[in-house]
Every structure is written in C-alpha cells, then in structure tokens.
C-alpha cells in the first residue's frame, strides 16, 4: 500500500510513562543486522517528550482530544539512524518525511500512480485494517 | 608600505568546468529515467554530465507513458531538479556511437555509466510482419508521444477489429488508447495528429493475445483496472481460458490473487450490452502468420496457433496443439518485448539477452564503464524498478571511487574535451536550459488547444527554438 495512504492508527498517551517492548523482529534492519538504535535511554532532542516506541509521556497542556489526534512516528532510515517525528491521524506518511528531510522517493508526488513509495504492514496490523477496494 | 594584491576567479554559468582542479568526472549515456536516477545519487560525490541522443530529456517517461497516465510524468519535477543542478550539465542532441565514441567518452571521464535503455523491439519472426498494417508497440506508442522517429507512421485506423500480441502494461496502455473515449484525451499531450485520428477512428473491438494464461498474465492491476471501467466498452472474454482458475486463486500470492480476482469479475460481468465498444484478453494463443488480402496488399487477419500450458506459475511454458485460428484485423501491434541494441564496438554487449553483460552494473572486463536501467538488466520493470536499479549502479560505482579503483588522481577534462571534439564534428550540443526554452514553446502551443502541451515532433524546430 502507498505510503502516502494516511496514517491511521491513533496512539493514546498517558500521564504515566510506560515501557513498551517494541517488536524488532517486523524490522527490516533487525533482520539485516543493521540495527543500530539503542532503546533504552533514548532521548528525542529539542522535543519535550521522551520517547520510546508508541508511547508518549504528555505534557500537563494538552487535552484529551489533541492528544487522540497525535501519533508518535518513528522513520529508521538506512543507517539505522532513529527519527521520530510528531504526526496527526490522517497526515499523507511520504508528505511527513520529507517534512522532516527524510529521504524517500515519490516518484509521481503521492498520486498513488508509482509505487516508488510503499509500507510493508506486519500480519498482526495488516488484520487491523480494511479490506483493499477496487476502484 | 604593504600592497595587498588580491587575484579573483570569477565562474560564471557559462564557464563550469574550467578550474583546474575539478574533482572526479563522471558522464552517463542515455538521458532518461535511468540515466537522470543514477545521476540523482552520483551528484552527490561527483560532477556529472549526461549526453542524450535528442534535443529533449526524459526518455521513456515522455515518449512511453500513457498520456492519460500525467501523475507517473511527475517524475520529471524531480528529474529537472536534477538536471539544473549546478553539478550536473545535460548535453542533448549528441549520439553517443556516431558524434563521439565511448572510449573517447573514458578518456575525459573517470567514469562512464551506460543508461541509453531499448531503443528497438523484439520482432514476432513470422511470415507477413512486415506488411501495411502491422505495428510494433514500441512505434506505436512513439507515434502517440510525439516520438520524432514515429511522427510519419499513419497507423489506418478505418478497421473494426485490432489484435495486440502481448499482454503486458504496454500492451493494455495501446488498448486503452484506441478505446478511450476522445474527451478522456483531448486535454492530454497526446499529439494533436494522434488525436485527430482516433477521433475519427472505426476501431471498435481490440483483442489482446497472450501465449499462455490468466495466471501468467504480465500486466497490473492499475492497467487492467481502467480497462475494466473504460466508458461505453464491454469486455468480451473466453469462458473457456478461464478453466480452473477460480480453484487456483486460494494458492495465489496477494498480488496475483488480486490481480486474477479483478479478471474473473469482468469475465462474469462482461459490462454493458449497448457498449459500442469492446476488449478482451484472448489466451494460449501465439502468433504464427500475418494474412493478407487477395491483393496481398496488406494485413486482413492474423493467423493463432492454439497452445496447451505446461508447468504452472511464473515458469510455465507453452506448448503447440496444432490447432490453428484465424482472426480477421485491420490492426496489428506487436507488444512482446522492447530490446537494447549495441551503441558501440568498444562495449561488450550480449546478444542473445540483448544487454550489456555486467556484475552488479560493473560491465565486464571493462575498468571505469558501468550501465544501468534496462540495458542492464533488459526491458522490464516500471520507473521505481529502474529507480533501484540506477540507485544499485550509482552506489556501486562509488564504493569503486571510494575504494581506489577509478584513478582520481589524474585530473579528466570533462564536457570540456567533448565539446571541443563535437564542434570540430559540427555538432552543437543542447544545454538544460535550451531544453527549457522547448519546454516552454510547447506548453504555450498546447494552451491554445486547451492541452498539457503540444510537442514538437521535428528535431529541426526543436534545435531552432533551443538555439534562439
């Protein structure tokens, strides 16, 4: 599926901070033994929040509802260098990485005409989502 | 008393390349997907220039592609970004193998990378090939891109039925094209001539041959799904090449699941009976004899051998039966395959696979010269196929820099040497920015027909505007 489909699976947050095992064996880099992202003690700089995989630790500020909207992304690019970046539900993910100077080709710009761009979705989340339609 | 004596180069644009010390020169052959994608990655370790055969950019992407098909021609944002990359310098209208070798290309070049693609197309080998009335995609496509080569072809479109061999993405974009309804294109940049006769085509039934089955089928989705819904045209399919298939798509994988699902429902639901138009797929069936009339003037019918399919999946094969068809046509278009031919003596070339032999986009047995794009690999695959490919090449190619295998350390002259060289041949070579002077006299000619652009389909007036 084109990366540029909109993200749209929420993360809820919580005031606490919670540990989250993330599940290297979906990726790409852990397979290549080309991980080099250390979880622990990670630190997100110039961010107010520390994160780790899906979770957040929110600030005081925001409300429920903004909250629902956020979605933490974390883009691994080939170096194994670890970038996470703020989204909203329903933000095009090809737009958001280069947002962020994330290299990642769109050969048509997100028409959905090329596949240049495209997610591997692992089976557990893949079941999640709705059937493809032909149109 | 001090003086301070202060001595300025001044670089204008015109004048790039000129410093003595110029860093690693690398030059690439063929100025289309390939040849810009690998550009794209080398610009960042070295200068690049690339040399194209035309007056204009772009290759496959503006004479292959649909003209329905605009958003895939997005590419050419990023392509231009490339091409005015103070890094880079596009030299169009020089014929790599005729103005200039390729060895004298590896003389001012520390590298050359060869991505000048399929320029010529696997023939059918039958009797009646060549008669009036036959095509092969690759022309035919050309003609409706505005390919200059193609601009005299006057396919006669005053015929019922059409027959395609093939049945790949090319195939179904020629099918599309003789389909579709006039609205669909007119604000395209297909060329206006194309236009002209399709709209007073009397093509109304196109039937696409394939050798083996659904399951083998080499199209996508994307492709069959517009054919599916092309307005006032029902699809017209054999039941009976479709034996078997509903109990074979459990096994499938995704894509080709999805794929063959699409196919059954059109074969179910056919589409529309007050449809003046029609397609469909025609399988197990191989070309063997171009008919002609009592005149023997022209093509009037193709003859089909029937085929049995051994083996199953990607790997199986067609066998003969014996049995023969017939099919009356005005129209016939060969879609089996584009094929790379050799560009010069001084390049290995294979050709029995129709490429240049090479290990990961090092050609063989020959230091500093790399290839990329379909003369490496042979004509298949779309834009992000080519994509990896040239990234493939381009990454190699400077790990061999990075690793002392290309001499750095001999300075190359460069577009310098090669411009020189072409100006005592005569041949002036046409600049990014010249490109962009024709790119912008045909968008101008095709706002006043209401269209994306009107190409220029004459090399003479291309190089006339470019040179103004």
């Excluded at chain 2, 022309?139 to 049945?167: C, M, R």
């Amino acid at each position: 599926m084109a990366a540029s489909a909109a993200v749209r699976s929420a993360v809820s947050l919580t005031q606490r901070f919670v540990r989250v095992s993330p599940d290297c064996s979906i990726c790409p880099l852990y397979r290549l033994n080309a991980c080099t992202g250390a979880i622990d003690g990670f630190t997100a700089p110039n961010r107010r929040l520390r994160t780790s995989i899906g979770v957040c630790q929110s600030a005081d500020s925001s409300s429920p509802e903004e909250d629902e909207r956020v979605v933490n992304v974390v883009f691994i690019d080939r170096s194994g260098q670890r970038i996470p970046v703020e989204a909203r539900v329903g933000d095009n993910a090809l737009h958001l990485a280069h947002k962020h100077g994330i290299e990642l080709e769109g050969a048509c710009e997100a028409s959905l005409a090329c596949s240049t761009c495209h997610v591997y979705v692992s089976s557990k989340h893949y079941e999640k989502l709705p059937e493809p339609e032909e149109r | 008393e001090w003086s301070l004596c202060v001595c300025v180069c001044v670089c204008g644009p015109g004048v790039r390349g000129l410093s003595s010390s110029s860093g690693p020169r690398v030059c690439i052959v063929g100025g289309g997907p390939a040849g810009f994608y690998t550009a794209q990655q080398l610009l960042k370790n070295t200068a690049v220039d690339i040399y194209e055969r035309l007056p204009v950019p772009f290759g496959l992407v503006r004479f292959g592609v649909a003209p329905d098909h605009p958003e895939v021609k997005n590419v050419i944002n990023t392509f231009t970004q490339t091409g005015q990359h103070e890094r880079c310098s596009f030299h169009g209208n020089v014929n790599v193998g005729k103005d200039v070798t390729i060895d004298e290309l590896r003389q001012a070049y520390h590298a050359v990378v060869l991505s000048y693609g399929a320029e010529g197309n696997r023939s059918m080998g039958i009797p009646g090939e060549g008669l009036p009335g036959v095509f092969s995609a690759k022309d035919f496509v050309g003609w409706y891109n505005g390919l200059p080569s193609n601009k005299e072809l006057h396919p006669d479109l005053s015929f019922e039925t059409a027959v395609i061999l093939g049945q790949g993405n090319v195939a179904l974009d020629v099918a599309r094209i003789l389909l579709a309804p006039v609205e669909m294109l007119k604000e395209t940049d297909i060329t206006q001539n194309a236009l002209e006769a399709l709209a007073g085509s009397k093509v109304r039934r196109v039937l696409i041959v394939g050798r083996r089955g659904p399951l083998q089928i080499a199209c996508t989705i994307k492709e069959l799904r517009e054919m599916v819904n092309l307005p006032n045209t029902r699809a017209d399919m054999l039941p009976a090449d479709f034996e078997g298939i509903a109990e074979a798509l459990k096994d499938l994988p995704r894509p080709r699941k999805r794929l063959t699902e699409l196919m059954m429902k059109a074969v179910k639901e056919g589409g529309d009976d007050k449809a003046e138009k029609c397609w469909g797929f025609r399988f197990f069936r191989s070309p063997v004899e171009v008919l002609a009339g009592a005149d023997g003037k022209r093509a009037t019918g193709i003859r089909l051998a029937l085929n049995k399919l051994e083996g199953s999946g990607e790997s199986a094969r067609a066998e003969v039966t014996g049995q023969l068809e017939d099919v009356d046509c005005g129209l016939i278009i060969s879609s089996i395959g584009y094929k790379s031919i050799p560009i010069d003596p001084a390049v290995p070339f294979d050709p029995r696979r129709a490429i240049v032999p090479n290990e990961m986009g090092r050609v063989q047995d020959t230091a500093g010269l790399y290839c990329s794009g379909w003369v490496k690999r042979g004509p298949t695959g779309v834009i992000a196929t080519t994509m990896n490919d040239s990234f493939d090449t381009a990454r190699v190619l400077i790990q061999d820099m990075e690793a002392g295998k290309l001499d750095l350390s001999v300075n190359k002259p460069g577009a310098q040497a090669i411009t020189a060289l072409l100006q005592t041949r005569g041949v002036r070579a046409v600049l990014f920015s010249q490109w962009e002077k024709i790119n912008a006299a045909e968008e101008k000619r095709g706002k006043s027909l209401g269209k994306a652009r009107e190409k220029l389909l004459d090399v003479d007036e291309m190089l006339k505007i470019a040179w103004s």
